[in-house]
């Protein structure tokens, strides 16, 4: 494996990193895990910052060739998308992030254009009752 321009996005946050990818293998080396999600490989785990997530099995996350991204995404309970030809991943939120977002029973704030173009905000139907319909081609 030689190193490519990989993207990872993060938080809607893309970052170009070297990384040595083999179809939808990607390793990374641990400054690239660092400057991409900003965690961290240290003998106790996976840290940031003052958090430090412990690996049950470190061989899952650290080989020869570099930090494997879906041994870090798994560690860290965040789904990952990766795309080798295209050379991108997309890091999820957790689980437990996901469920808070859903107690709260409020939807992100997103904004979108009518057939017009005109652009809409769901936070201008605060308070209102909103049907959203969504459709995708695939």
């Not at 494996?1 to 083999?22: K, N, Q």
């Not at 899952?60 to 050379?87: F, I, K, N």
């Not at 808070?100 to 005109?118: C, I, K, N």
Request: glycine residues 8%.
């Amino acid at each position: 494996m030689t190193d490519t321009r990989f993207t990872i996005i993060d938080d809607g946050r893309p970052t170009d990193v070297l990384a040595r990818v083999r179809g939808d293998q990607v390793r990374l080396a641990p400054q690239a895990l660092e400057q991409a999600l900003g965690w961290t490989l240290k003998p106790e785990g996976l840290c940031r910052a003052n958090v430090c997530v412990p690996l049950r099995a470190r061989a899952s996350v650290e080989a020869a060739e570099g930090v494997d991204l879906v041994g870090v995404a798994s560690a860290l309970g965040r789904p990952l998308a990766v795309d080798g030809q295209a050379r991108a991943a997309y890091l999820g939120v957790s689980a437990h992030e996901r469920g808070q977002r859903l107690e709260s029973l409020e939807a992100p704030d997103f904004t979108l254009p009518d057939l017009e173009g005109r652009p809409h905000s769901l936070r201008e139907q605060r308070g209102k009752k909103v049907l959203l319909i969504a459709y995708a081609s695939w």
